[in-house]
């Protein structure tokens, strides 16, 4: 009588026990259902550009800056969340992937949400974020189940766990709140800095707790590289535009080529300076600076999709289609590239606890770059030049750090590794 060959566990997906992973595990990588969770935030940050190009288009600078930063904290908040539980308590059985398709439908709602709320702020003078709260509803139902099973089934760090199931119940009462107050801009501006202190203050508190949850440094940096990654899609959706727009004008010609230069190359520029900090390397001996890479992550994010959003602007300006200068629409491009760079350099420095020397000369002849840039229109330059100039505002890093700065960081590395977490 035969016997039935056992299934090994990889093949199955049955309930597992949520014990929490090993933060020095080797070889571990993004998983397929991260990758496919990733995808419903493309029509997020979609969403928040174009809403957010238009309004820059069209002069609105305090609705823009507004809905864009409001939007963007909340869509890198929502991946966060996900991605850092994920990292200490994957399981991949059946009732994580459930969960997991509960917070991205989640996060579709959300995304429905944005025009909304743009839309709001230009019309109606407040915030309409009910349905952005609704997504985060569900999502976070998914996600306080999580964090309770792995309270339950790990009990070495259910405090842990537990602080952060309550911290994420306490702000969602909060963003609930909001949504059913209808208070003017100022009061909502006051509540919504308060509840965000609050979203950012419940991981500190809760990785205070039994050593924390067992994040692995070198996939949390995958899955932020990943991220950015799409962000930087933005970027590309943004080139196409211009050179579409270009071609449309003038059809084919020396400005189209400038211009589909100038949008993939910036683009390419940024994903290449991205991937010059030493982000795993650095988290693997000090899990201490999680909490400040962490947070300025959200800031390059934001940045690298309000870059991409500044191309579509260039784009409405080549189109005639715009209601600003040509000035206005290189700052557009201009600032948040601006920021791009210098969050990287200040990522690069909290890293590696100094400031280096070679940096300031690189910052220097970036901003030499930009602020050529940035007088270029007033001088009659054509737009697909100005953003050509811009193209080289990052490939300034790249350039310096190809032919000095990788050796440069070696021997930062070598000295970094060697001293005590403080």
Request: with cysteine; hydrophobic share 55%.
């Amino acid at each position: 009588m035969s016997t039935a060959t056992p299934v090994p566990d990889s093949l199955h997906h049955h309930a597992r026990r949520m014990g929490g992973r090993d933060p020095r595990e080797a070889h571990r990588a993004a998983t397929p259902l991260e990758l496919f969770f990733d995808l419903t935030f493309v029509t997020s940050f979609s969403f928040a550009a174009s809403r957010y190009a238009h309004a820059l288009a069209e002069g609105h600078y305090a609705v823009a800056l507004i809905g864009f930063g409001f939007a963007s904290f909340a869509i890198c908040w929502a991946w966060v969340n996900f991605s850092w539980f994920a990292s200490a308590y994957d399981t991949d059985d059946w009732v994580f992937r459930v969960a997991t398709m509960g917070q991205m439908i989640g996060v579709l709602i959300f995304a429905v949400g944005l025009p909304p709320m743009f839309a709001s702020l230009e019309h109606g003078g407040y915030l309409d974020n009910s349905v952005m709260v609704l997504g985060y509803v569900i999502m976070r139902v998914a996600l306080v189940f999580q964090w309770l099973r792995a309270a339950s089934q790990n009990p070495a760090r259910r405090r842990a766990c537990l602080t952060y199931a309550v911290a994420i119940l306490i702000a969602q009462v909060g963003w609930v709140s909001l949504s059913l107050s209808h208070l003017t801009l100022g009061p909502t501006f006051a509540f919504v800095v308060v509840l965000v202190l609050i979203e950012l203050a419940g991981p500190v508190i809760a990785e205070r707790r039994d050593g924390g949850t067992p994040w692995h440094a070198h996939h949390i940096a995958e899955r932020h590289g990943l991220f950015a990654i799409i962000a930087l899609g933005e970027g590309v959706v943004g080139s196409v535009a211009a050179l579409s727009m270009v071609v449309e004008e003038h059809g084919w010609s020396l400005d189209a080529g400038l211009a589909g230069l100038a949008g993939t190359g910036l683009t390419f520029a940024m994903w290449w300076v991205y991937f010059i900090l030493p982000s795993a390397r650095i988290l693997h001996t000090r899990r201490d600076k999680a909490f400040g890479w962490g947070y300025t992550q959200m800031v390059i994010v934001t940045s690298i999709v309000a870059t991409g959003a500044g191309l579509h602007v260039a784009a409405s300006f080549i189109k005639h289609e715009a209601h600003i200068g040509p000035l206005a629409t290189v700052l557009t491009v201009a600032v948040p590239i601006s920021v791009f760079v210098g969050s990287i350099y200040a990522l690069y420095s909290y890293l590696m606890g100094r400031f280096d020397r070679f940096h300031t000369w690189l910052l220097l002849a970036t901003a030499a770059v930009v602020a050529l840039a940035v007088i270029a229109p007033p001088s009659g330059v054509d737009m697909a030049v100005c953003l050509v100039i811009l193209m080289f505002a990052p490939v300034v890093t790249v350039v310096g750090y190809e032919l000095r700065g990788y050796r440069h960081q070696l021997g930062a590395l070598a000295q970094e590794e060697v001293r005590p977490a403080e």
